[in-house]
């Protein structure tokens, strides 16, 4: 695994490489990737990855990373596949983009909404589970007032309307420790074996060192709402979103 592309590309749907390891004819590791392993609480990509020399089709159903490679597992499908994958064939993945750009609004979303209540009521974000079609942020606050969560949503909205560019950055830790120390930031330390940090800038707002996927711009997410907010006992909270369309 040399390239993971939606590092720097997010709306990258399609791309070409080279198988560089099959496991039991259906963990494929390519030399480079697009699909997004499920990671940080964002689930994985789905979609297909083709084989060029004869157009037989396998379904990715899950992508994942195993000691630093990211794993495609596929499923034939259709009538062309005579065999599996190996070593050396050229492929072209093809991403589920529906998903993936729900996935992408719901990330970017995230962002915001964490940002605005560590800002505005305190808040550290302790974890969050994006899903399809609600996410989950979880956070420690000592008092909890409910009632001032419609302004932070409405915060939130302000902030998603006002349509800040999303910046995505490859640098060395250095650099990362660099610039995040001098900006507000949600980073844990960085493990000693990383050697490059990927930086995603909300124009403005925010810059956290994050792997996940994110919109070019706040307003793609169009706007969010707050579904549910759970007491999870002493200072544990829970706040589920859902998008607006
Ligand atoms: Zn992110």
Redesign the pocket.
Known sequence: MKEVLYFLDCYLREFKATVEKVTDDKYVVLDRTAFYPES?GQPNDTGKLVREEDGAEFEVVYVGKFNGDISHEIVPTGEKVASSLKAGDRVKGIIDWDRRYRHMRM??A??VMANVIEREAGAQITGNQLGLDQSRVDFSLETFDRDKFAEYEKIANKVIAENHPVNLYLVSRKEAEEKLSRLTTLAKGFSEDISEVRL?EIEGITI?A???T?LKNTGEIKGLKIEKLQNKGKSNRRMYFTLLD
Do not use: D
Request: glycine share 28%; net charge negative; with cysteine.
């Open positions: 940080g990330h970017t995230t962002h995603v956290e994050c792997g996940g994110h």
